[in-house]
């Protein structure tokens, strides 16, 4: 059964700092991985989807990588800024016909100005 | 292009009355997702249709929680009779098929049954 485990829960940075969000799961196939946005009430957004056969991707200031074999994922973003406050959640797409998402608890970061 | 939409966007009600939840996808897309995402954890699937026939629903607790989508477009998401339990971020999301099988969410629906 596939788990993915974000770790630390929650994260405390000062402005300007560069970071890095873990996510890991226990089984290496998987379709896809997707990182996701959580503002307080509101939805989920989407950041970064990596494919199985993709290494990393990039947006902004945000850079997502996969590492299948190791079972872990990291997103870094760079220059933090307190607009970056929010939680994220990790999450792997089953390799099977419904493609649903399994997901992680979320780390939440704050960034003190 | 109109993103996925959701109402109410916050709803209390007392313990054993009931609640009703509606959601519009993405225009396109076929396959329509209800979550329940309680504080501090990851979203949980409750139910998964593909057009408006039900892909998978063995997370949906069927002797209170009820869910349709008719014409394979709309769907709404009914608890009866709530229990404290279900207070919690209702989301709903969307998605067309491959090669990636993004899901599009809407703002949630967030319940308290007090």
């Known amino acids: 059964k596939q788990e993915v485990t974000q770790i630390p829960a929650a994260l405390s940075v000062p402005e300007g700092e560069n970071l890095v969000l873990n996510c890991s799961f226990t089984?290496?196939?998987?379709?896809?991985l997707q990182w996701f946005r959580q503002d307080p009430g509101k939805g989920l957004t989407s950041l970064l989807l990596i494919q199985s056969s993709q290494r990393e991707q990039t947006s902004g200031r945000l850079n997502a990588s996969l590492d299948k074999s190791s079972g872990r994922s990291t997103l870094y973003i760079a220059a933090s800024q307190p607009g970056d406050s929010a939680t994220y959640l990790c999450?792997?797409?089953?390799?099977?016909?419904?493609?649903?998402?399994?997901w992680g608890a979320g780390t939440k970061l704050i960034i003190k100005p | 292009e109109a993103g996925v939409a959701q109402s109410p966007r916050y709803k209390i009600i007392e313990k054993r009355q009931s609640v009703a939840f509606w959601c519009n996808p993405i225009?396109?897309?076929?396959?329509l997702y209800w979550y329940q995402q309680i504080l501090g954890q990851g979203p949980k699937l409750l139910i998964q249709?593909?057009?408006?026939?039900?892909?998978?629903d063995s997370q949906l607790p069927k002797d209170r929680f009820s869910a349709e989508r008719l014409k394979g477009v709309d769907s709404t998401l009914k608890i009866q009779p709530a229990k404290l339990e279900d207070s919690a971020v209702y989301l709903c999301a969307s998605s067309s098929r491959g090669p990636t099988y993004e899901q599009y969410f809407g703002p949630g629906t967030r319940l308290t049954v007090t």
């Open positions: 089984d290496s196939a998987i379709y896809n």
């Open positions: 999450a792997v797409r089953r390799v099977d016909s419904n493609y649903q998402l399994i």
């Open positions: 249709f593909q057009n408006n026939g039900v892909v998978d």
């Open positions: 225009s396109g897309h076929a396959t």
